[in-house]
């Protein structure tokens, strides 16, 4: 069917110089106004390695915290809280990442459309929206007060609450990219719901599922609040899991609010070092998807 000429014509004309002085200044807009929501991003990460980077060497990754007043030249660094990190969030991600990629695959394949399904989406959202603080008090009061001990299993179970509706959420989502051509053809070859939910559906999503973890990871990295609560902290050797452990985010709170300058220079080389290993978790992320989609 062949095309109407005045429309053609009308195609094939420029813009008014009015609409092209609108488009041309729209365009210049959302750029500036999009290079300046992300300038402070930059002035932090700039402040962030100015102030960290001089202190970076082998031995703050090896050493502790070395005591106030010593002879210069000794080894001062945060090794224990690098390894008290690690060992949170490990066991946040141990406890949370299983429930909450189960707790998912009930809302989107088991629980879609009911009540108690809406109940449940509904509670973990309220959930993700919690201060972070009132999750550390939460935990104080379940483990630290029947314990009468901060620990490293108290905080990563604040850090584990923390990720769950995140990885809970993520789960729901990705799986709700997947086409329902998916269940249906299952379904047409005598594939049960859990049977097609396990080997068809999940592994289709595993590549955003493992990004909303590794998020969640990060996240959860990046907490203070909570491990002030139950996790404490220490200047020696994370003795056990049932002891206080030194963390990153709490030597950077501790040690950024002192009066000695030795400590203040730490705190910001502890900065550098964990936004790095947030960085880190972005990336691999980033890869993952990128390697399940490479379209």
Not at 190 to 215: E, F, Y
Not at 218 to 240: I, N
Request: glycine share 8%.
């Amino acid at each position: 069917m062949s095309q109407n000429p005045l429309v053609q014509n009308e195609l094939l004309q420029p813009l008014s110089p009015f609409r092209s002085f609108f488009s041309n200044g729209m365009t210049v807009g959302a750029v500036t106004l999009a290079l300046i929501a992300i300038l402070p991003l930059f002035a932090i990460l700039w402040q962030i390695v100015k102030e960290g980077a001089p202190n970076l060497t082998w031995e703050v990754f090896t050493s502790l915290p070395a005591p106030l007043g010593a002879e210069p030249g000794t080894p001062n660094g945060f090794a224990n809280a690098i390894l008290g990190t690690l060992t949170m969030v490990g066991l946040a991600t141990l406890f949370s990442v299983p429930l909450g990629i189960m707790t998912g695959i009930f809302l989107s394949e088991f629980a879609k459309g009911s009540t108690f399904g809406n109940a449940l989406r509904f509670a973990i959202v309220v959930l993700s929206s919690t201060p972070s603080v009132i999750v550390g008090v939460f935990a104080y009061g379940i483990l630290v007060v029947s314990t009468k001990q901060f620990s490293a299993v108290a905080g990563a179970l604040a850090l584990g609450v923390i990720m769950l509706p995140i990885v809970a959420l993520t789960t729901e989502e990705a799986l709700k990219l997947i086409p329902n051509s998916y269940r249906l053809g299952s379904a047409a070859l005598g594939g049960s719901k859990l049977n097609t939910t396990w080997r068809i559906i999940l592994p289709a999503a595993v590549a955003p599922i493992m990004t909303g973890v590794l998020l969640a990871v990060a996240r959860a990295a990046g907490e203070t609040a909570p491990l002030m609560f139950t996790a404490l902290f220490s200047q020696f050797w994370q003795e056990s899991l049932w002891a206080p452990t030194p963390s990153l985010p709490v030597l950077i709170y501790q040690y950024a609010s002192s009066a000695f300058p030795e400590q203040n220079a730490i705190a910001w080389t502890a900065s550098l070092v964990l936004v790095v290993l947030v960085l880190v978790t972005n990336i691999i992320s980033r890869l993952v998807t990128r390697k399940r989609n490479p379209s």
